[in-house]
């Protein structure tokens, strides 16, 4: 039963983490559209020199737009949890809402991790003047 729970929150913060994050980053590259579509037109570039522009942006994008999109994830799970009356039923079971946040943590835990590794390699080395 436990392992079934932890799937099901599990995949209730799946959803709303994948939407803003993507939500978030087209935002976060709004910023940069001009640009891209002046080096798309203009200069002539291709679409994969582009792609590779926006692909070098993107760690610098998800070190603030991930863990963003995980409070937001977490926020709407339980929300719409607890608008389904699902956490009463949870709660009337028996279960404290510490043994609810669990795959909480599990996940939160996944995306301190992944934004630690963007943070201390992915960003350095997709910026403009590294160091060699």
């Known amino acids: ?6 799937r099901y929150i599990f995949t209730e913060l799946l959803p709303p983490f994948l939407v803003s994050l993507a939500v978030l980053c ?3 590259l709004t910023n ?3 640009f891209l579509v002046e080096l798309l037109v203009s200069k002539g570039l291709g679409f994969d020199a582009v ?3 926006v692909a070098h942006m993107l760690p610098s994008f998800l070190v603030l737009t991930l863990p963003i999109a995980g409070i937001i994830a977490s926020v709407s799970a339980f929300s719409r949890l607890s608008f389904d009356k699902e956490l ?6 028996g279960l404290s809402l510490y043994r609810l946040t669990r ?3 599990v996940f939160a835990m996944l995306v301190f991790g992944l934004t630690l590794m963007l943070a201390q390699w992915g960003q350095p080395w997709t ?3 590294r160091r060699w």
């Open 32 to 34: 940069r559209l001009l």
């Open 103 to 105: 795959p909480v943590l």
């Open 1 to 6: 039963m436990p392992k079934i729970l932890d």
């Open 127 to 129: 910026s403009p003047c």
């Open 51 to 53: 792609a590779n522009v």
């Open 26 to 28: 087209f935002v976060m």
């Open 88 to 93: 009463v039923a949870m709660r009337a079971m």
